[in-house]
């Protein structure tokens, strides 16, 4: 049987995981744990190819520490979803997590663990905030009234938004400027409709489900879209900078026709924590 290619591969997992991963995120069981279990496998293996990605640089990352971190951030924000822990508490298990990486660096027993000692601490705290911090406020959305609404209509914000810009760089991006060195596949014409995707999707939600759930007002709707789609072109265009520093051109292969677990979350990662601070604070 002839492989798919990249491209049919790409349309199949849109096509099918995104439902299933919309049902997931509607699916109000146990404070949403099959989508908080979901959450955190994905951090840990994307903590795992951070690791890979800073390795190649030549920096001394622990071999079993980066998948634990990188899990930390979506457990505490469950326990917090759960009334386990309340936000302090997460804020006191980070600050210990990190004071305890930084004190083990004092019982290097030869000069040749002590060299390495900036990149290490640097490599480590690295993996316990990328991905897992910004998919704790991922998860902080379940904690919200009607997040069984709120996160279905964030991720196709910003899935939807990654979709159209692949299709308007593809079909019309051709001839358009492509002004960044770490991603110089990705053109305006691309950015413009995956903005364009992130518009319609926020203000058909703002229009046909319950008018509270964005707020009253239309005028912070049209901030938040701009501002997610801002947020998640840079998102990806952050971690395409960290693939390019480590000369790879994906994250991993874990995913077929998207590569690595990096390579189909980033674009969520920086518009987490703005989606999250609007429902909390944004919305009139």
Sequence with gaps: MKPMSKLQARILLFVVALPLLLGMAMWNWAYHLPLAILAFGISALGAEETAALLRRK???VNPYL????????PLL???ENA????????LIVVALFMVLIMVRQVFANTEENLQPVMGR???????????????YFLLKINSLPSSWLLMPLFLLSVYVNDAWAW?????????SPKPFLVSPSKSLVGFAGGALATFLVLILAWIFLPGSLLGHSLWPVFVLAAVLSITTIVGDLFESSLKRSSAVKDSGTIIPGRGGVLDS????????????LFLQYGRF
Excluded: C, R
């Excluded at 980066?66 to 951030?73: D, Q, R, T, V």
């Design 167 to 175: 299709l308007f760089g593809t079909v019309f991006g051709k001839n």
């Design 66 to 73: 980066p998948s634990a971190l990188g899990g930390l951030f």
């Design 121 to 135: 601490v640097a490599g480590i705290l690295f993996t316990l905030i990328y991905p897992g911090f910004f998919i």
């Design 77 to 79: 924000a469950y326990f």
């Design 265 to 276: 979350i980033d674009s969520l990662l920086f518009s987490a924590p703005v989606f999250y």
């Design 58 to 60: 030549g920096l001394m």
């Design 83 to 90: 009334h386990w822990i309340v936000p302090e508490q997460t």
